[in-house]
């Protein structure tokens, strides 16, 4: 597993981020203490009364069980998608946290796949696993290697596969860590999502977004501003994190925040409320093409900021989830949605995964717009999710995707 790569980090190396106490030392040496996970029986918080169903058939966990058949669809395909070019791949500036760079996915390929069915539990799923294995039979495919994969599953009898929440933690630091400039790295997190309240102000509808390790009760979630911390913040400029979320609540689940429409509009911004205006002044004419426009603004505002005329706005400013790195998220549904387990084809798998190993093995090339519109194809009129595509900084969503 993991742990024969050389320069894994330690696992006291997670302590503690940004008042979130972090998780104590697993006692691998009292591993039946869960049953063999087989037999664990927590489960994560009910979203809604059980009993109650929004509408579209949820087990009160916000997940369903719908049977979908595997049919066929009018994918749209960018077939003249290009990858950017040198001079459309740097945006840089002379202030911190302003510098980003697109990543040509040259470099060295890494993965971290994560499934977990709570088997045994109220809350059981049956798809993620599968989800797993599908998500790596596509990337040997296409460039990785299970040399360089991590997978952790509740199925395993190694200690150190299972998705407990310090497994959790140090093989996100095993992933990002040794990384480049045009490295590409990819995770995948097929599980329970859920939402709790936020504790450090930086969510607009006061709840961090959070995945659900096995060992919850005792280790509690992963929140959103952890999974930044520990898979964001440590990139390099122009290395590539490429990041599908399947589960509930899942829409800023690495606090990303540039956020796109189907349309390929940019919604607003994270950046734009935490620094003000003059930034999505800057941004709307960044995505219009007139690059010194945007610089002037940008930074002319950011500058400001960081003169300290204004003690607040300049506090803000270094929140900023801005960052050097190329990275993209896919998530199942907006934050305030459920994600579905379904069985399609007669395999139990995620929606949000089966949808994306749909499109992206359909043969037609993808750009960011086309992945978001035909994953949404799929879903649509069958769940309530919406699939949502965010980054670390604004996209031409036109180019090509490439992970």
Known sequence: MYDRYPGYPPNDSYGHYGGYQGPPQPGYGAYGAYGGYNGYNGYPPPQQEEGQYDGYGHNGYGYNNQAKRDIEYDFQEASDAETPDQSERAFDSNVDGYNYRYSDCSGNKKALLIGINYTGSK???NGCINDVQNVKEFLLRNGYSEENMVILTDDQSNPRAIPIKQNILDAMGWLVSGASPNDSLFFHFSGHGTQQEDTDGDEVDGYDEAIVPLDYEESGMIVDDVLHHTMVKPLP???????????CHSGSALDLPYTYSTKGLLKEPNLAEEAGQGLLEAVQSYMAGDTTSAMRSIFGAVKVFM???NDEAHEKTKKTKTSPADVIMLSGCKDDQTSADASIGGEA???MSYAFMK????????SY???LNNTRQILEGEYSQKPQLSASHPIDVSLKFSF
């Not at 400029?237 to 589960?247: H, Y």
């Not at 499109?359 to 993808?366: E, F, I």
């Open 237 to 247: 400029e122009g290395c590539r994190l490429t990041a599908l979320f399947d589960c």
């Open 349 to 351: 798998t995620g929606a």
């Open 369 to 371: 717009l086309s992945l």
């Open 123 to 125: 809350a059981q799923l």
């Open 359 to 366: 499109v992206m093995n359909s043969g037609k090339q993808q």
């Open 307 to 309: 003169n300290g005329s």
